[in-house]
């Protein structure tokens, strides 16, 4: 016998969804708040009444009128707020925050496409900008002066217009990712090894529980043995091994890859080396990238050169605006047509010891003498660079003595097939290797290091349908560096961290 109550039940529960949905699609009205961005660049905005929220860059008075540009960090153009200077508020002021509703029409200034014609500006946040507030209308400051102000220093032109280039470069590089297959993961920050086998790591420690007890009677009492007590007691208190903040991830790439084929990971990683140079963060981003079935040396390299010139190209020609003021404000002189050149070029390509003989035979003055077997130095990897046409330089087949354990040994039994990519001004770029998948020669490289029982399980990766594997990791904030012809990598990223100096 058939139910018929369930039809209606079935209406009534489809009517049901029908509200919620109409609940939580509510469109917005035409006074609702437009980002900058869209206002100047959509038509069909002209002539509608609507809302804008910012903060004020600049305000101007010229025969009874009020003139205020507003910026909202969506781009790089301001929109300019017009009203009779009789109902401005006072209290309007440069760095204030405020909405302006109004009447949106064409401009009458040059370079101005559209202006509001506001019926209605009321404050949001006050801003004392004849007192502390650091930057002034109209005025151009130094990255140097800037960096005293990281809470403030989105708020200048030239880095608002950092954050939204590396915001493209962000989506450009997983985009590139993407469409060649690889599968994004996510690697852990806290780790018990150390990848580039450097030493220069964070080491983590829980914070004192209430109640803990130390071993010594005084601080002032401690010795070496009490000190190395007191820090197991710790480790063991949490992980109950020795952890350390990640300087890499990628071991555990290499692991995903072995079931997924191709992977990547978009991950900060940390590096406590003592440096104040322009080069070094000890917080900083790594783009790292492995993937398997891969055998030649050259298919990685390749790789690298792809995405470097893709996310390159795009962040040229989809953010003009913003990459424009870069190349006239920040840049040095010819720092453009150098990118120019370099997107048209292939890069080069030099082993380590043709490097070596290279450097050798030029005899230039430098800090250091380039050895075979030594690492380069900063000034020998200009020289390499400027010997190649300044265009980015992979120097390829290291000596194994200075590289980690994990990259594949080369047939001469001396080197190990591993790139580093070299770029002007900066340096190193990139670097990737193949990965050693011979079981025995790995075996032997791991206790050699010391490594045989904390990486067993990296040893199971070969015993267990183990495939040949390359990779490589990238630092982002010399990426953009370099791309951008930026001097200082603190000016990279929001909030820098190095050495003696982790603010906010």
């Known amino acids: 016998m058939l139910n018929m109550a369930a039809p209606s039940k079935l209406v009534s529960h489809v009517n049901k969804l029908i509200s919620v949905s109409n609940l939580s699609c509510k469109t917005y009205s035409s006074t609702s708040a437009y980002r900058i961005n869209k206002i100047l660049s959509e038509a069909s905005l002209r002539g509608k009444h609507i809302s804008v929220k910012g903060w004020v860059k600049a305000i101007r008075e010229m025969k009874g009128t009020t003139f205020i540009d507003l910026d909202d960090g969506s781009g790089s153009e301001k929109l300019q707020i017009v009203l009779n200077t009789e109902r401005a508020n006072k209290d309007v002021s440069c760095g204030c925050c405020l909405e302006a509703s109004g009447l949106l029409e064409l401009g009458q200034g040059q370079g101005r496409p559209v202006e509001l014609k506001a019926e209605e500006v009321n404050i949001i946040g006050i801003c004392d900008s004849q007192g502390s507030y650091p930057f002034k209308p109209r005025k151009r400051y130094s ?37 060649l297959g690889f599968i994004q993961v996510h690697t852990p920050i806290l780790t018990t090894n150390d990848c580039e086998g450097a030493g220069d790591v964070f080491h983590v420690l829980p914070a004192k529980q209430q109640g803990h007890q130390h071993l010594h009677e005084s601080e002032h009492e401690q010795s070496k043995e009490a000190e190395e007590r007191n820090r197991q007691v710790d480790e063991e208190a949490f992980f109950g091994k020795s952890t350390y903040l ?58 690298v050169e792809d995405l470097v010139k893709t996310t390159t190209r795009n962040l040229l020609e989809k953010n003009q605006e913003d990459f424009d003021f870069y190349m006239k404000r920040i840049a040095s002189k010819g720092h453009e047509e150098s990118l120019h050149r370099t997107l048209d070029t292939q890069f080069a390509r030099v082993t380590y010891t043709e490097a070596i003989e290279m450097l050798a035979k030029r005899n230039e003055v430098t800090h250091c003498k380039p050895q075979w077997g030594h690492d380069l130095s900063k000034e020998h990897e200009q020289l390499v660079v400027k010997h190649y046409g300044g265009v980015p330089v992979f120097v390829t087949d290291w000596p ?48 050699k290091a010391g490594l045989a029982d904390t990486l067993s399980w990296y040893l199971d990766l070969r015993r267990y349908g183990g495939a040949p594997t390359g990779g490589y990791g990238i630092g982002f904030e010399r990426y953009l560096q370099w791309s951008l012809g930026i001097q200082n990598i603190k000016d990279t990223l929001p909030f820098p961290r190095w050495a003696h100096h982790c603010d906010l």
């Open 143 to 179: 990255t140097d002066y800037t960096r005293q102000f990281l809470h403030l220093r989105q708020r200048t032109n030239s880095f608002s217009a950092l954050l939204r280039l590396r915001n493209a470069a962000t989506r450009e590089m997983h985009d590139f990712y993407q469409k």
């Open 400 to 447: 194994k003595s200075i590289k980690p354990f994990y990259m594949r040994g080369n047939d001469d039994k001396k080197t190990v097939a591993c790139f580093d990519l070299l770029v002007p001004k900066v340096g190193e770029l990139c670097g990737g290797s193949l990965r050693e998948e011979r079981l025995r020669l790995l075996e032997t490289s791991l206790k």
């Open 246 to 303: 990640t300087v890499s991830g990628q071991l555990h790439l290499e692991a995903l890859a072995s079931g997924m084929a191709r992977v990547y990971t978009f991950n900060p990683a940390f590096r406590a080396e003592n440096s104040q140079g322009r080069r070094h963060l000890a917080e900083f981003y790594m783009l790292d990238a492995e993937f398997a079935f891969v055998s030649s040396l050259d298919d990685v390299m390749q790789n």
